[in-house]
């Protein structure tokens, strides 16, 4: 089952905030996150494992709230670097170590 | 981080014939290697599971005698793409997975099928 992100796309101005959900129907054991430049093959971001968990480096951070089988990556004073598309993996409980990819949210950073 | 190599990184490659692209996981072993598909602008589609020294596990919709896989060792694995079609042209992306549960891509590789 895919996982579903929204939003489609979002456009910010630099320093600007911007937050990119992922929702699933099934229950998830973990929630992976990538970004993609174009061109270039996706580069891990962070994986959450646990209910509950919170993770984060730089301005870029994530949560991943087990009940309700969503995660929501969280970009703060967004840089131009951080343009690209972003996706979340999902594990679901059942899958065996495979994660499916949702279908992505292209982000655009305007100096 | 972990690092993941694929080659070749582009091919190019005449309607019938076959190409194989190998992936490898240069500082870690990895039990489990997973190949993908991307058409352009589109999300990663997982194609199989490759676990080493066993068969492969495809897809649902994946044809396993057109994209064989073959998990030779903790550090390699390989697609080959048989009787190639345009249809076939594609960015494939290999990814492996460490003792972390991190799955760490590979470059890519773009087919063009002519």
């Known amino acids: 089952q895919q996982p579903v992100q929204s939003p489609q796309a979002v456009i910010l101005r630099e320093g600007e905030d911007a937050v990119i959900n992922c929702s699933s129907s099934?229950?998830?054991?973990?929630v992976h996150w990538y970004r993609q430049k174009h061109g270039e093959a996706p580069v891990f971001l962070m994986i959450?494992?646990?209910?509950?968990e919170q993770k984060g480096h730089d301005k870029i951070s994530a949560s991943f709230n087990e009940k309700k089988q969503q995660s929501s990556l969280y970009l703060t004073a967004s840089q131009l670097s951080y343009s690209g598309t972003y996706f979340c993996?999902?594990?679901?409980?059942?899958?065996?170590?495979?994660?499916?990819f949702g279908k992505g949210t292209r982000l655009h950073i305007l100096p | 981080g972990a690092v993941v190599s694929q080659h070749p990184s582009r091919v190019i490659c005449k309607s019938g014939t076959s190409v194989k692209i190998e992936c490898r996981s240069l500082?870690?072993?990895?039990?489990?290697m997973f190949w993908y598909r991307q058409f352009p602008k589109k999300s990663l589609m997982l194609m199989a599971t490759?676990?080493?020294?066993?068969?492969?596990?495809?897809e649902q919709g994946v044809e396993k005698d057109k994209f064989l896989i073959n998990h030779a060792s903790l550090t390699l694995s390989t697609l080959t793409v048989t009787s190639a079609h345009p249809e076939d042209s594609s960015f494939y992306i290999c990814?492996?997975?460490?003792?972390?549960?991190?799955?760490?891509f590979g470059p890519g590789t773009r087919l063009t099928v002519t």
């Open positions: 490759s676990n080493e020294g066993s068969k492969a596990t495809y």
């Open positions: 993996g999902t594990e679901q409980w059942d899958r065996d170590d495979k994660i499916i």
């Open positions: 959450l494992l646990k209910g509950g």
């Open positions: 990814s492996a997975r460490e003792a972390g549960n991190r799955q760490y």
């Open positions: 500082d870690f072993q990895a039990t489990t």
């Open positions: 099934k229950a998830l054991y973990s």
